[in-house]
């Protein structure tokens, strides 16, 4: 499932978001995709996700207990 621009839909997102517990980011060491991770896993979401290599933001999602999963086989 891909997210609209955040910018403009705020209210589809929290409708798209609705009832769902579990997370997957792809590219999730990105600056951005880590700081949305860290905040939706704070908020109670499952939150796991992959990128294909390992960095400063993959080490602090880890170090956050957030599942890091590298390569997009």
Do not use: Q
């Not at 908020?43 to 960095?55: M, N």
């Amino acid at each position: 499932m891909a997210l609209p621009n955040t910018y403009h839909n705020v209210t589809k997102i929290a409708d798209t978001l609705s009832g769902k517990r579990k997370l997957w980011f792809i590219g999730i060491g990105g600056v951005h995709m880590a700081t949305m991770a860290l905040f939706a896993s704070e908020k109670g979401y499952t939150v796991a996700g992959s990128d294909r290599t390992a960095g400063e933001g993959t080490a602090r999602l880890a170090a956050a207990g957030i599942p890091v999963y590298f390569g997009h086989d």
